[in-house]
C-alpha cells in the first residue's frame, strides 16, 4: 500500500525515487509514515474518539502481518512498481467501498435506532399516563422535564425508569388487591353478604378504592373471627360427639357462618346429645337388668368381667348391642336356674326365721312355700320376703343378739350345773368343783347383765314409741320365762334320761360281778406301789367270797400278810379284818368310781405306825 493512501491532498508535491521502496515496518505509525513520506507536513492532530479514530487506528499488527508477507511476494516474483501500483490502487478502490458499505449500513442502523427511541418514548408516555391515571398519581417532575426535553436517549432513559417504577406499583397494587378480593370474597361467602362492588374495573387500582375494600375487610373479619372461633368450638364438640356415638356427619358446610348454618349445627349436636342421653339410658336399663339377674340367679357376667370399661361406654351402639346380648344370654340361664335360685332363697329365708324368732303365724303368712311353679314371679315373692326379715334383723339386731348371748350362758349354766353331780367333780371338791363353781358364777353374773341390757333395750323401744316388741309373738319377758321352763324341763329330763341309762348300766355291771370275785378284782384294779425313803411295800390279800349272785354276809377270814423289809413282818390285827365287812357294802363297782372305792379301802386298811415311808394312794384307776 503506497503512502498517497494516507497522504492529505492539499499536501505539496516532491519528487521521490520510483525505485525506492518501503516497508510496513519501516513506515510506522500513520505520522511517522507522513513524516517519513514529506517530513515538512505540519503535524495534525489525530481524533482520539469517534469513527474517525477507528479507521486511523487500523492497520493492527495482525493486517501489518499480512500486507508484509503480500509485499515480500510482489518483492519474490520481481514485480514491476507499474504492476504494484495498479494492484495497490485495486486494494485501495475495494477497501473504499467495503468501508463506505459498511458506513452506510451503519448509519441506517444508527437512524433505525433513533427512530425505536423515539418509538419507545411515545409508547413509555402513554404507558405513563395510562398507569398514572390508574393508580390516580401526579406525574412527577423529573418526568416533565423528560417530557420537555430534546435529548432523544436521555428522555427514553427517564421515561423507561419512570415506567417500570409505575408497573411495579401497579403490580404491587394488583397484587394486594388481589389478595383483598379474595379476604372480601371468603369473609362475603362465609358471612353471606355481597362482595364489594368494583363496577370501574379501570380504576380498581386507585388508593381510594383500595382504602374503601381494606375498610370492608376489616369490618368483615372481625365478625367473620368472632363467628369463626364459635365454629371452632361449635365443630370441635360436635365431632367429638359424632366419634363417641359412631355416627356420620354429612352435608354440613363448615366454612359458612350464617345464622342459618350455625343454627342448623347447634340442632345437630341437640339431637346427637339427645341420642347420647338415650342410648346412656338404655345401656343403664339393660345394666341394671344384667346385675339383678346376675344377683338373683347368683351367676357372673362374663361380659362384664373380661370388659369392666363396658360400664362408661354405653353410648357406644356396639356395647348396646354386647350388653344386649349379655342380657338375653343371662334371661336364658335365668329360666334355666329358677329352681335352684328359689330352692337357695327359702334356705335362706328359714335360716332367717331362726335369727329374728318368727313366730310360726309369721311363718305361715308367707305363702311362697306353697307354690311348686317356679317363675320370676314366685323368686321376686322370695327376694321380698327376704329383704323383709333382713331389715327386721337389722331393726332389731341387738335384741337378736342379746336372746342370742342368753341363751347360749343358759346352755353353759347347765353344763356347770351337770358338772357339779358328776362324780368324778364330786371326789375332788377342792379343786375342780370349785373351779366348776366359779365358772358357773361368772356365767350367772353374765346372764343377769344379758337380762339388765335386754330391759335397757326394751325400754328404749318404748321411749321412742315403737310397737311392742315381740319374740314368737310373746313379749321378751314371756319369752324368757318360757324359755327359762322349758330349760328346767330340758334339764328334768336330762336327769331322768340320765338315772334310766345308770340303771341299764347297773345291771349289766351285775352280770361281770357274777364272773369276778369282789376282793379279787379289787386286787387286780387296785395294787398300787408306793415308795418312801427307800422301801417298798407290797401286800397281797386272798379272800374266799362266795359268788356275787349269793347273797353272803360273812366273809371267810383271808389269809394275807404284807411284804415288809427283811428286818420285820407286820400281820394284820383281828379289828382290822372285822372293818372289811362294812367296806364290801360300800363299794361300788361302777369302774369310773373304782379308783375311790380302792382308796377308802386301803385307807380303812390302814398301816403300822411301824412302817418308814408313806402309801401314796393313785388319784385314778384304770378300768378293768
Sequence with gaps: MSDAFFARSDASPEVEDPNKTHTVAELGSPAERRMTVNPHLPVINEPKHGLLAILRSFPNESQREVITKMEAIWTEIGLSDAEREKRLKVFENIISQELSAILEKAYESQASYRRSLEDRVARYLQEIRTAEDLLNIQPSQEFLEAESGAEVFRREYILRARCNELLALRAEREKALEVMVLANEKYSRALGRPTFPLHHHNL?????????????????????????NGMIGLRKELEELAFMLKEPLSGINWELLTEANIKFIKDRTSHLEQLKAERIATGKEVLQRIYHLCRRVELKSELLDAHPELESQLFDPEVLVQLTEERNRLEQLTKENLHAVTMHLRERICAMYEKTYASQSEKESFPGFESEEFTEALLDIHEAELNRLEEKLDTNRALYELL?????????????????CDPKVMQNRGGILLKVQNEKKKVVAKIS??????????????TDCKPEMLVWDLPVSAFLQQRQQEMEKEKSDSVKDRRVKDQGSGVKRGKTQKETPTVKRLKNENLKTATGSGLKIKAVVH??????????????KPQSSVAQPASTAVQPSSSTLTKIGPVRQ????????????????????????????????????GKK
Design 204 to 228: 380498581r387500582l386507585r388508593t381510594e378504592n383500595l382504602e374503601a375494600l381494606q375498610t370492608v375487610n376489616a369490618e368483615l373479619e372481625v365478625q367473620y373471627t368472632f363467628l369463626s
Design 404 to 420: 342370742d348371748e342368753h341363751l347360749k350362758l343358759l346352755h353353759e349354766k347347765v353344763e356347770f350345773e351337770e358338772k357339779e
Design 449 to 462: 347383765k344379758v337380762l339388765a341390757d335386754l330391759n335397757v333395750v326394751i325400754e328404749k323401744n318404748m
Design 543 to 556: 379272800r374266799t367270797v362266795d359268788r356275787a349272785n349269793e347273797s353272803s354276809s360273812s366273809l371267810v
Design 586 to 621: 360300800r363299794l361300788n363297782f361302777d369302774a369310773s368310781t373304782g379308783s375311790g372305792v380302792v382308796n377308802k379301802a386301803v385307807s380303812r386298811l390302814g398301816t403300822p405306825k411301824s412302817t418308814a415311808g408313806t402309801v401314796s394312794t393313785p388319784k385314778t384307776a
